[in-house]
């Protein structure tokens, strides 16, 4: 067994009882040691803690986010040094190759640890822009030039990896976001959205609202769909610093009547279960775990081309429309509306493909488990 040093963002980590906590401990048990770091200000109040006997949390407890890659590696190499990490028997994972990534680089410098970097986004998007992102694309190039592995989370996502880096297959491996097919398929419905608001065909986005989620679009298209069919509505689960423009956009579009913003649910079940189509904005995906859950859920999928969905037959699994085409989504959305037997066979379709895609939790953990293994071999 080997000792893991995790790099990562999910301040969760540190709620007792939390998913994330038990997610955690869970990783715990496939190694002899498991560390995580993570980027957290000093004023949210973070103390390291132990959660399990071998899995040791630790926040950067960082003045502002500019410090976040500093306190990381200066932590970092600490635990390297502390907890006795030997090359060939331990790796540093980080859960993406921008700052976390540097932080590791920085520690695998100092230690001669094995790299491994975890790809959850899609950096090659033209839409990965803005100053942050073209800072994020330098440190990126830097990072995945000097990591010994690295783990996407799609098979497209992997070959733009191979092919931009010069990175060779054997040192990739993709390995989905493990979804608990069971938990979604299982969850009881307690409400229905159709008797919460009236409407008689609803649109499903489940999404954290930012920029590169462009929720805009899916407000452009419900537009044009009411002018059609005037008793429709879209329900848009997630929260986000785009929200409060979101909202005024739906007011100025004279939507307020036809959207619902009904933030971050724990519980998305009956969301999925009760809403006629799901539909995805996005300008870039890794992956796209909303968009699985609604797959598993049966409910049919209109998605831009990001993430898993290149990974998707187009017409038969999803209706998978160009990025940024608000008018092709419409086309998409309206065919769909009225077509039962389309969307029949659109929920038959992706329920199959997605069973033959997504792991058991036994075979995602030991791949987990084989993975970063194979990784602190690399050195």
Known sequence: MIKVLDIGYDRKTFEQGSAVEARMIEYGKLFEELHLIIFAKKSLGFKEKRIAPNVWVYPTNSISRWFYVFDAARLGKRIVFDKKFVRGESVITAQDPFETGLVGLKIKRKWRIPLHIQLHTDPFSPFFNGFINFLRKRIAHKVLKN??????????????????????????????????????????????????????????????????????????????????????????????????????????????????????????GSYYKTANLFIQTSNFEGYGLSLVEAGISGLPIVTTDVGIAKDLDNGKDAYICPVGDSEYMFKAVYDLVENNSKRENLKLNIMKTLESKLLSKENYMQEYKDMLENASKLG
């Open 147 to 268: 990591t010994n592995a690295v783990r996407t989370v799609s098979d497209s996502l992997a070959k733009r990896v191979e092919n931009e880096f010069s990175i060779s297959k054997n040192k990739i491996k993709t390995l989905p976001i493990y979804v608990d097919r069971a938990r979604i398929e299982n969850a009881k419905v307690s409400f229905d959205l159709h008797a919460r608001f009236g409407w008689h065909f609803i649109l499903l986005a489940v999404s954290r609202l930012s920029e590169e989620k462009n929720l805009s679009m899916a407000l452009e298209v419900l537009k044009k769909l009411l002018t059609f069919f005037p008793n429709t509505g879209l329900v848009i689960v997630g929260s986000g610093p785009e929200e409060n423009k979101l909202k005024s956009l739906s007011k100025n579009l004279g939507l307020d009547s036809n959207v619902a913003f009904v933030g971050w649910q724990e519980d998305i």
